[in-house]
């Protein structure tokens, strides 16, 4: 029940194209859903975060999307760029349990071609 | 605001050697993770604190690591005896919890330890 399952591992995007990364978790008691990038050589950095509340958040070329029902989360970069080539983690935490701890997916390894 | 700190970044020894690795999360925070990643496992959470009490530290592999939080300023994580497939890149983060639902981790630049 703990476990968030990412997809795809790997994806390849031209520049200008859309990537999308999509999550499922199992645990209804997650509250708080962020996304992770994590660069070669340093260490994963919050990109953008959603609570259940709202199905969709923005943040320039990053959106959430939030589907509550169906216990699925996915990211989507508008415009991608070589610079967005990175690896992407989400992640899902109960608010008011286990100090903040967050379960995180496996990440997936994103590359943008020019 | 300084980040979370973690020193040494780079860290290579012998086998059976003792490692320290040292993190100072950022002022204010009251939580801290210790994670491990590699190809192979990817991100693997080994302990965490809150308020620097040890809440969950099933994810240390074996009894040869072991992690303390003295206050709230620094903790270290220890590897005694190191063995080869201690080789991994070390991370530290921390959090907050806040009135407006934040939870999110920062982490430190991480440590990338090699065994021989």
């Known amino acids: 029940q703990q476990q968030v399952k990412q997809s795809p591992q790997s994806l390849i995007v031209q520049k200008g194209g859309i990537s999308i990364i999509n999550c499922a978790y199992e645990n209804t008691a997650f509250d708080y859903f962020p996304w992770y990038q994590q660069f070669p050589g340093k260490g994963p950095a919050l990109l953008i975060a959603i609570r259940p509340d709202v199905s969709e958040k923005k943040e320039g070329r990053f959106t959430i999307s939030f589907n509550k029902s169906a216990k699925q989360f996915s990211l989507h970069i508008m415009d991608s760029q070589p610079g967005d080539s990175a690896t992407y983690f989400c992640?899902?935490?109960?608010?008011?349990?286990?100090?903040?701890?967050?379960?995180f997916g496996d990440g997936t390894t994103l590359t943008v071609k020019p | 605001d300084a980040g979370v700190i973690q020193s040494p970044r780079h860290e290579v020894t012998e086998m059976g050697q003792e490692v320290t690795l040292r993190c100072k999360p950022i002022?204010?925070?009251?939580?801290l993770f210790w994670y491990r990643q590699t190809m192979m496992r990817g991100l693997e959470l080994l302990i965490y604190f809150n308020n620097n009490v040890p809440i969950d530290d099933s994810g240390m592999p074996e009894d040869r690591f072991s992690a303390k939080m003295p206050n709230a300023s620094f903790s270290t994580l220890k590897i005694q005896p190191s063995e080869p497939r201690d080789s991994a890149v070390y991370f530290c983060?921390?959090?907050?919890?806040?009135?407006?639902?934040?939870?999110?981790?920062?982490f430190g630049p991480g440590t990338r330890l090699t065994v021989l």
């Open positions: 983060a921390s959090s907050l919890r806040t009135s407006r639902g934040i939870l999110a981790q920062y």
């Open positions: 002022s204010g925070h009251n939580s």
């Open positions: 992640a899902a935490s109960s608010y008011n349990t286990n100090a903040g701890k967050s379960t």
